[in-house]
T-cell receptor, first 112, second 114 residues
Framework: QKEVEQNSGPLSVPEGAIASLNCTYS??????FFWYRQYSGKSPELIMS????GDKEDGRFTAQLNKASQYVSLLIRDSQPSDSATYLC????????????FGKGTSLLVTP | EAQVTQNPRYLITVTGKKLTVTCSQN?????MSWYRQDPGLGLRQIYY???????DKGDVPEGYKVSRKEKRNFPLILESPSPNQTSLYFC?????????????FGSGTRLTVV
């Protein structure tokens, strides 16, 4: 069974803090990893992709990938109330064949 | 603007009345897929298509049909909707299968079957 696991949360952080979101995946040969942000009732929006071990930074967002540990994380620096959403981790390109495998998401709440 | 367009955004229907949710993308993507999203269950794939005339079942295909006659369109058909198909539906597309490029999602269709 190909699985992407995330803590459902909610993860609560104060405004201005760093939010750390984590994800593990079971398909060892997965090659591509994505973080999506989803506001309630809205569609998932791609915010980060990462393919190689290490860190990838884009503005306030940093994605981290450790293939040996089958672990992906997303750091959000200087968290804002507008960052409050559900964050979906997805893994693909491996034995999953034709589909991305999505986690169920972590709910993030940034409090003013 | 590159996008995936779904219609309708909201739909309330009665049990057994056939309906179609349309999905169209303007990015020349080969891969298209339908998901449903329910509280606590996450995104679950219904059907996907790797290219024109090539479709296959996802994890929860029962009660649904799809067709891919043109590259840009991938409609979802509910021949006889039932209340357990009440859900939030998303169409998604990608340049190719394999998940290496991520997906672009449509705005969603909230379906209620009474």
């Amino acid at each position: 069974q190909k699985e992407v696991e995330q803590n459902s949360g909610p993860l609560s952080v104060p405004e201005g803090a760093i939010a750390s979101l984590n994800c593990t995946y079971s398909d060892r040969v997965s090659q591509s990893f994505f973080w999506y942000r989803q506001y309630s009732g809205k569609s998932p929006e791609l915010i980060m992709s990462i393919y190689s071990n290490g860190d990838k930074e884009d503005g306030r967002f940093t994605a981290q990938l450790n293939k040996a540990s089958q672990y992906v994380s997303l750091l959000i620096r200087d968290s804002q109330p507008s960052d409050s959403a559900t964050y979906l981790c997805a893994a693909g390109g491996g034995n999953s064949g034709y589909a991305l495998n999505f986690g169920k998401g972590t709910s993030l709440l940034v409090t003013p | 603007e590159a996008q995936v367009t779904q219609n309708p955004r909201y739909l309330i229907t009665v049990t057994g009345k056939k309906l179609t949710v349309t999905c169209s993308q303007n990015m020349n993507h080969e891969y298209m897929s339908w998901y449903r999203q329910d509280p606590g269950l996450g995104l679950r794939q219904i059907y996907y298509s790797m290219n024109v005339e090539v479709t296959d079942k996802g994890d929860v295909p029962e009660g649904y049909k799809v067709s891919r006659k043109e590259k840009r369109n991938f409609p979802l058909i509910l021949e006889s909707p039932s209340p357990n198909q009440t859900s939030l539906y998303f169409c998604a597309s990608s340049p190719e299968f394999g998940g290496n490029y991520g997906y672009t999602f449509g705005s969603g269709t909230r379906l209620t079957v009474v």
